[in-house]
């Protein structure tokens, strides 16, 4: 069954600390992997994406790794700033057909000044 | 663009009452997702449209919910008759194909059945 599992289910840092989101799935095959950002009360916002080749991938002081041998990947966030709290999202697509998409629960991030 | 546009954006009604949720894809996007967001249970996908056809529906809860996608810039949900558990965020989101796996969200329609 494709599961995506996501650790810790929240955390509380200081405002400029930095903090690392956890994802494991067992999805496959593969295509790719996306980190969502989710605001309370709004919609989801894509913040990187990795495909099977890619190791590390950027989006300002978000930075995305993916280990596709152990089907691990992070999402590390650098000097925290209030903006940061939110809900992430771990989602990975299969190959399958439809390119069917799979969620994790989300971590609840809360920055305190 | 706008984005995907959502309404209404909080609905709030008595059990046993019909309800829609109304969607504006992204123009240009050919897939067209409705997912229902619970804290409990997080985001699931309902249904999604690939060209205003449903590809997968195995998501809808049951009979009470339906779907429909009658041109390429408009869908809605509609459940009849609401029950307190279909209490949720309900958010539609778009994409350009299937094959990206880049979802487009609308800000979501937060619907109260009391």
């Known amino acids: 069954k494709n599961q995506v599992e996501q650790s810790p289910q929240s955390l509380i840092i200081l405002e400029g600390k930095n903090c690392t989101l956890q994802c494991n799935y067992t999805v496959s095959p593969f295509s790719n992997l996306r980190w969502y950002k989710q605001d309370t009360g709004r919609g989801p916002v894509s913040l990187t994406i990795?495909?099977?080749?890619?190791n590390t991938k950027s989006n300002g002081r978000y930075t995305a790794t993916l280990d596709a041998d152990t089907k691990q990947s992070s999402l590390h966030i650098t000097a925290s700033q209030l903006s940061d709290s939110a809900s992430y999202i771990c989602?990975?697509?299969?190959?399958?057909?439809?390119?069917?998409?799979?969620f994790g629960g989300g971590t609840r991030v809360l920055v305190k000044p | 663009d706008a984005g995907v546009i959502q309404s209404p954006r909080h609905e709030v009604t008595e059990m046993g009452q019909e309800v829609t949720l109304r969607c504006k894809p992204i123009s240009g996007h050919n897939s067209l997702f409705w997912y229902r967001q619970t804290m409990m249970r997080g985001l699931e996908l309902l249904i999604y449209f690939n060209n205003n056809v449903p590809i997968d529906d195995s998501g809808m809860p049951e009979d009470r919910f339906s779907a429909k996608m009658p041109n390429a810039s408009f869908s809605t949900l509609k459940i009849q008759p609401s029950e307190p558990r279909d209490s949720a965020v309900y958010f539609c989101a778009s994409s350009l194909g299937l094959n990206t796996g880049e979802l487009f969200f609308g800000e979501g329609s937060r619907l109260t059945v009391l």
């Open positions: 990795m495909t099977f080749s890619e």
């Open positions: 989602v990975v697509t299969t190959q399958a057909a439809g390119n069917k998409l799979t």
